[in-house]
């Protein structure tokens, strides 16, 4: 995007959350500028949070002070939990009855519910959600993440609010690229061949965790091991000390 059409934009906003402790003490900030020429900050503080509500907070408070005020928002954030949620996810957990693709509780409800009410109130067409990778230098992030930092230690800072050729963040330098990061498959969890146990000179197998758990609570000088393969046996069984052809009781 050419300068001058960055200046044309209606509005356009950093955000960002920290948490010292995940979950614990946490901040929340974000940066509205608008064409008129006019920047505000924002921030806050929360005694047990997290930092995905964090991150969450401060979209809806950026949202917020929008409200009743018309024109397109292009809204930067470093999280693409908050971007990914509300782009895609949340019309699948409201079909749901707020349930993840596991069948859970989907984590942060109420401010996942009042950033949908925002969204649907002004238009989803109207915001522009723009990813900001972390800590690399771009300016509006690095504002953000300063002022949510801040407040996730009890401190207090100056928030800005005024001309936008007096504000020391060049905030109109946005990233080159604001696609979305690729997510990463999840692992997927290989069940275990066996559970080897060892107790009184007799080894047996296990074919799940809680069955071996049983055999060796509490038992002084007892052994165990998840085994992945019958070859591993073979190796438990010598890191044992024992012979790779001693028998194994199922």
């Known amino acids: 995007m050419k300068e001058n059409d960055q200046l044309k934009m209606d509005f356009l906003v950093f955000s960002d959350g920290a948490c010292s402790g995940n979950p614990g003490p946490g901040g929340w900030a974000c940066v ?61 957990w409201r079909k749901k009855g707020w349930k993840n693709a596991e069948g859970q509780e989907v984590l942060n409800r109420d401010l996942w519910e009042q950033l949908l009410q925002l969204t649907t109130a002004r238009g989803a067409k109207t915001i522009s959600w723009l990813y900001s990778r972390g800590h690399v230098g771009t300016p509006g992030n690095e504002r953000c993440d300063e002022i949510a930092v801040a407040f996730s230690q009890r401190r207090k800072p100056s928030l800005y609010r005024g ?33 080897l146990s060892l107790l009184g000179g007799t080894v047996v197998r296990h074919r799940d965790w809680p069955s071996c758990e049983r055999r060796i609570k509490g038992q002084s000088g007892a052994k165990f091991k998840k085994a992945m393969s019958a070859d591993e046996e073979s190796q438990i069984l010598v890191g044992w000390g024992l012979s790779v052809t001693t028998a194994i009781k199922d």
């Open 163 to 195: 001309s936008l050729l007096q504000y020391e963040v060049a905030i109109y330098d946005l990233p080159e690229n604001s696609d979305l990061p690729e997510m990463r498959p999840k692992a997927v969890k290989v069940a275990a061949y066996s559970y």
């Open 32 to 92: 509205v500028a608008d064409k008129a020429g006019q920047v505000y900050e924002l921030g806050g503080f929360a005694e047990a949070t997290t930092n995905n509500r964090m991150e969450l907070v401060a979209t809806i408070r950026a949202l917020d002070s929008l409200a009743g005020k018309p024109g397109q928002v292009h809204f930067y954030t470093d999280s693409t939990y908050v971007i990914r949620g509300i782009t895609q996810w949340i019309w699948g």
